[in-house]
T-cell receptor, first 114, second 114 residues
Framework: AQTVTQSQPEMSVQEAETVTLSCTYD???????LFWYKQPPSRQMILVIR??????QNATENRFSVNFQKAAKSFSLKISDSQLGDAAMYFC???????????FGAGTRLTVKP | ETGVTQSPTHLIKTRGQQVTLRCSSQ?????VSWYQQALGQGPQFIFQ???????GRGNFPPRFSGLQFPNYSSELNVNALELDDSALYLC?????????????FGPGTRLTVT
């Protein structure tokens, strides 16, 4: 079964600095999708960025970018120019292309210091 | 564009009772998934509905059941509530077509079982 591991329960970053959140996953499949979701204290899960496994190019969405290493099964999120509004729980998620079960990691709580 | 909405926001039930949670999908989305998020953990997939049929199920017992209606809204029903069912229940909708693997979440229903 696919598993997703986020090894950093908590991270902190200074406002305007850059932070990287780690995620590894375990799968025997070759076709899948990876996501980072943000869950603020208001609890609504917001899609931050997505990556299709068949794409070699790393996804980028404004200040958010990923480092997708398919062979290493690693999918880290880089947040540049961190803002106070980036403070939240961040979840890494995996979804197989062959079924509808999305697996989430345990999350990383990001604190942004002014 | 209206996002995913869920009702009620909070709910308190007694062990052994039954509960129904509701979800309205985002406009144009025909697939709805339900997740259980225990405190301090990532969401766990319960099941997914597509065109009113169950289209995938996670490791949850049959007392967790659902429905999807012709307008793509959905219900999650839980019978014989147990204390461990206390959690945030999240609904997510997905569009059809090539972006069907993406999921957009509602704000959740916080269920407390006493």
């Amino acid at each position: 079964a696919q598993t997703v591991t986020q090894s950093q329960p908590e991270m902190s970053v200074q406002e305007a600095e850059t932070v990287t959140l780690s995620c590894t996953y375990d799968t025997s499949e070759s076709d899948y999708y990876l996501f980072w979701y943000k869950q603020p204290p208001s609890r609504q899960m917001i899609l931050v960025i997505r990556q299709e496994a068949y794409k070699q190019q790393n996804a980028t969405e404004n200040r958010f970018s990923v480092n997708f290493q398919k062979a290493a099964k690693s999918f880290s999120l880089k947040i540049s120019d961190s803002q106070l509004g980036d403070a939240a729980m961040y979840f890494c998620a995996y979804r197989s292309a062959s079924n509808n079960d999305m697996r989430f990691g345990a999350g990383t709580r990001l604190t942004v210091k002014p | 564009e209206t996002g995913v909405t869920q009702s009620p926001t909070h709910l308190i039930k007694t062990r052994g009772q039954q509960v129904t949670l509701r979800c309205s999908s985002q406009s144009g989305h025909n697939t709805v998934s339900w997740y259980q998020q225990a405190l301090g953990q990532g969401p766990q997939f319960i099941f997914q509905y597509y065109r009113e049929e169950e289209n995938g199920r996670g490791n949850f017992p049959p007392r967790f059941s659902g429905l999807q209606f012709p307008n793509y809204s959905s219900e999650l029903n839980v019978n014989a509530l147990e204390l461990d069912d206390s959690a945030l229940y999240l609904c997510a909708s997905s569009p059809g077509g090539p972006r069907g693997y993406e999921q957009y979440f509602g704000p959740g229903t916080r269920l407390t079982v006493t």
